[in-house]
């Protein structure tokens, strides 16, 4: 038959397809086709008993077609049919931590319940203890005495403590797979309920979203008319979950746009458990881009200026977004009602102590030193308005002193008018206090933009520094990377410190430049040329000043790497008695940074001593030039003011002159810097989320090469990895087994070729997000300093239990326990007091703590005893992942399911590794080099 719809309801009746492909669906009245999943030519079709329920029905494609069979199906066509079934039945995905089973295994008892299920396509299972339930539904429970069950690598059991399952041969018999068909019928019809239910969820959640949007839209809208608001700003498909809209608002006030995070959290977005909560607020901010950490809310937090924080209620972990509304002031944004409440003692009081702060990204393009001051300035405008009136009121108070000097010596001192003295001095005393007041208020007004700036601008510096490509890091040395970017904050501290109040000083002193005219016009003529002369003065200094400053931070940025690097290697120069070339290569570098540092202190010195220096000349120049002018043509009272406005206005322009150096001054700290402002991260571009990996890798014709005129390390390298398989990587140095490490961590790009997970171009994935599901241990891996919790469980929201999983699996449980603090023994930089073995465990142990999908071990295993290499061997042959594996010892890649032998960058041979031996090729002369 071909091209009709076959339903599939006789359990006694096998068809097979014998030409094309044919989809399986459901089948309900008045409803569209539910599709389960498509068989190909060769494969087999059996009935289900979908009592009261949906039709389970075959249709044919184009050119296809089925026919029934009457002999009984080999057991590799029932497994692929039991693997398509229980792939359709599943309510979802094989939990990460199920424990692989293989046929013919006996899996031990355990105290605790676990999850098992398998990599093959199909094996047949027996309870031996205890019970099981499949899909872990107490309805579909396997106990002692039932015949064998088939699982697939899409179904599992979950066993109750102390149950027991093993490996057991396929049973005959038409009747083996009655109960199978039975179970599946009952999963099939939960399954196919819950899909209607779910999109029944769906359409409903999408009225409610558009509701929402449509609100939210109309307040966005009206929110500029209401003092002290922002508008907010979110995606326009963005999720309708309270704690995305949460999120969204506090990151408005920021200047962010959230972006939805995957569907596939949409699920857990509504729960209100900590763990859960923590893992979704990670989730949104890494689908934004958006840098985060956890905070803690003590005392009066309210009454500071924290910026805006996501907080919980106590009550119900409900989300809320708290606002600043001024620097003592907060206010509470409910995402669901939108309604605005200020923080007080009360609602404080009803507010969870956990809190989430919020870092802004720099724009996701090179960025220019203006990109920086605007990204720096943002949220300022306030402070930036109160430090120019400030500055503008200080600035024409300062024309009193002057005014009133001209007043005293020209009419109160003359006409002795005692009582006018006193007048004058109150105002003098009054604009004294009035410019201390207005000088204060412009120094917290800085205070403040410096301390948003330093927030805002090195939280965004670690942010893009630690999102850049791998090649970049090959530029520059570690301590000379380190001065690069902490140069970004020197900058920042040299403008809104010193620089900002000389500039502002110099700029507000036009006040008395307009006075001198008025004064005496050719004495403000005089005292022009002496300060342009004193600016010119200071301007050739501070362009050699550049110069030296330019050439001193290239040598800091040298000595730090070396420093660095000698201090790392300290064992090996012991190792090799060259301690001396150690020392000297380090004072070569030192004097000559000394000397560069002695000649710019030099310069600083007659820099200050010139600015000591000029006041006094330019006044005896004044002095000189009044005893030219003809007798009278000034009074006493309006030369000792235009003298008094003189120095202000010198000392001013001079502060000017200062604050214009110190900005030159930075300029070789910006150039410095610049490679990493101008870099562009590896999350640049519309990269998607990869989802749920499976572990499926494809290799398709990769050739690389690390520079343009370097011969290619690897050369049309094609492989195809299936999730489960244990795939290892052989062959002598330099044959590209690293690199091809490095591709597949997206750490390198191909220069032709491409690398597929799951059928998804790597190229257009979210890098991060590909990482965050493997587990990888690099050869020249190292442990960082901390508690050995610390370097299992990184910065995964995980358990100490989890760590202790993690260990045990590693062989590393015995070593910690042995240790008198156990997970809490501190170790230094590097793991120097652990021996090679365990360093190894540790990383180990970090690489399987997130049960990940995905393994990369490059000479993981290359310093541990037979005995915990046969223990780690044994962990990874039951996790449910893909692993690839680079090693030279035989014992570590035996059980490989294939092994590929890479000779000057191309696979010279594939295959097992009894099939390899009996080759008798180039892995044949590894391993009987191993073996003799």
Request: with cysteine; net charge positive; hydrophobic share 45%.
């Amino acid at each position: 038959m071909s091209c009709a719809r076959v339903t599939l309801s006789d359990p006694l009746v096998c068809f097979k397809v014998t030409a094309g492909k044919v989809d399986v669906f459901l089948a309900s009245p008045g409803s569209a086709l539910a599709f389960l999943f498509r068989a190909e030519a060769g494969e087999v079709l059996l009935g289900l008993p979908m009592e009261g329920g949906p039709d389970l029905v075959a249709v044919p494609g184009p050119e296809s077609s089925l026919e029934a069979v009457t002999e009984c199906p080999a057991d590799i066509a029932i497994g692929l049919w039991c693997q398509r079934v229980s792939a359709a039945a599943a309510p979802h995905d094989v939990p990460r931590n199920a424990t692989v089973m293989r046929s013919g295994w006996t899996l031990p008892v355990s105290e605790h319940p676990s999850i098992v299920s398998t990599v093959e396509e199909c094996i047949w299972v027996r309870q031996t203890e205890g019970s099981s339930f499949l899909f872990g539904k107490d309805s579909l429970c396997l106990a002692v005495g039932d015949s064998p069950f088939p699982i697939t690598r899409s179904s599992w059991l979950e066993l109750a403590p102390n149950a027991c399952v093993e490996g057991a041969a396929a049973p005959t018999g038409a009747e083996r797979l009655d109960r199978f068909r039975q179970v599946m019928a009952v999963c099939l019809l939960a399954r196919h309920t819950a899909d209607r239910i779910a999109e029944q969820d769906r359409l409903t959640s999408r009225t409610l979203a558009d509701a929402r949007m449509l609100d939210f839209s109309l307040r966005n809208i009206t929110t500029p008319l209401q003092s002290g608001s922002a508008p907010l700003f979110a995606d326009a498909n963005a999720s309708s979950e309270p704690l995305f809209w949460a999120i969204s608002a506090v990151c408005a006030n920021l200047g962010l746009k959230m972006v939805s995070p995957p569907s596939s959290l949409s699920g857990k977005m509504t729960s209100r458990k900590v763990d859960v909560i923590r893992e979704n607020v990670a989730a949104i901010a890494r689908s934004s881009g958006v840098s985060h950490r956890q905070v803690t809310m003590t005392g009066e937090w309210w009454k500071g200026d924290a910026g805006p924080i996501l907080g919980f209620r106590n009550i119900d972990n409900s989300p809320v977004a708290i606002l600043p509304v001024s620097p003592v002031r907060y206010v509470v944004f409910d995402p669901i009602t939108h309604v605005r409440t200020p923080v007080d003692d009360a609602l404080s009081t009803s507010m969870s102590g956990l809190g989430y702060v919020f870092y802004r990204p720099f724009p996701t393009k090179a960025l220019t030193a203006v990109d920086l001051l605007k990204f720096g300035f943002l949220g300022c405008r306030q402070d930036a308005r109160v430090v120019l009136l400030a500055g503008l009121a200080a600035g024409a108070l300062g024309m009193l002193t002057p005014l009133f000097t001209r007043v005293l010596y020209n009419t109160i001192i003359p006409e002795s008018r005692a009582k006018d003295l006193y007048q004058l001095a109150a105002f003098l005393t009054a604009s004294t206090i009035a410019g201390v007041l207005f000088t204060l208020a412009r120094g917290y007004a800085v205070l403040r933009v410096e301390n948003r700036m330093n927030s805002a601008i090195q939280a965004a510096v670690w942010d893009r520094l630690l999102g850049l490509p791998a090649p970049f890091f090959r530029r520059f040395s570690s301590g000379d990377l380190s001065l690069r970017s902490m140069g970004i904050d020197r900058i920042r501290a040299a403008i809104t410190s010193s620089a900002l109040n000389a500039l502002l000083s110099g700029m507000f002193s036009i006040f008395n430049f307009v006075l001198l005219f008025w004064f005496s016009w050719r004495l403000a003529m005089v005292a022009t040329g002496l300060t342009a002369i004193s600016v010119s003065v200071l301007l050739l200094i501070s362009r050699t000043e550049v110069g030296l400053k330019r050439s001193l931070s290239a040598q800091e940025g040298k000595l730090n790497g070396l420093t660095l690097e000698i201090l790392r290697g300290i064992s090996k120069f012991r190792v090799a008695g060259a301690e001396g070339r150690a020392f000297s290569n380090w004072s070569r570098a030192f004097a000559e940074q000394q000397s560069l540092a002695a000649r710019s202190r030099s310069l600083s010195i007659r820099f200050a001593s010139f600015q000591a220096a000029f006041p006094v000349f330019a006044s005896i120049a004044l002095f000189y030039t009044m005893s030219l002018a003809d007798k009278g043509s000034i009074s006493t009272g309006e030369y000792l003011a235009f003298s008094v406005s003189f120095t202000q206005f010198l000392m001013a322009t001079l502060q000017l002159a200062t604050g214009v150096i110190a900005i030159a001054g930075v300029l070789p700290l910006y150039e410095r810097a610049r490679p990493i402002l101008e870099a562009l991260p590896e999350s640049a571009g519309n990269r998607r989320d990869p989802g749920d990996l499976t572990g499926r890798i494809e290799i398709s014709h990769i050739a690389f090469r690390y520079k343009e005129s370097a011969p290619q390390v690897l050369k049309d390298v094609c492989i195809k990895l299936e999730p489960g398989q244990f795939v290892a990587f052989v062959g002598g140095s330099g044959c590209g087994k690293s690199t091809l490490f490095r591709l597949l961590l997206g750490f390198e790009a191909p220069e032709s070729g491409r690398l597929y997970f799951d059928n998804q171009d790597l190229a257009d994935l979210d890098l991060p997000a590909v990482r965050r599901q493997m587990g990888v241990v690099l050869q020249n891996a190292r442990l960082s300093a901390g508690s050995i919790l610390s370097n299992i469980l990184g910065s995964a929201a995980l358990t100490i239990d989890d760590a202790w999983h993690a260990a045990t699996m590693a062989g590393l449980d015995g070593d910690i326990k042995a240790l008198p603090m156990g997970m809490h023994t501190m170790i230094s930089d590097g793991g120097g007091t652990l021996s090679g073995g365990q360093r190894q465990r540790i990383l180990i142990a970090r690489a399987l703590v997130r049960k990940p999908r995905i393994l990369l071990f490059d000479e993981a295993t290359s310093a541990l005893d037979n005995r915990t290499q046969a223990i780690v061997s044994e962990s990874l042959e039951r996790l449910r992942c893909t692993r690839v594996v680079i090693a030279h010892r035989l014992s570590t890649i035996r059980k490989a399911d294939l092994i590929c032998y890479l000779d000057k960058g191309v696979i010279a041979e594939a295959g097992t590794y009894e099939e390899l031996l009996a080759k008798g090729g180039l892995f044949a002369q590894l391993a009987r080099r191993q073996i003799a």
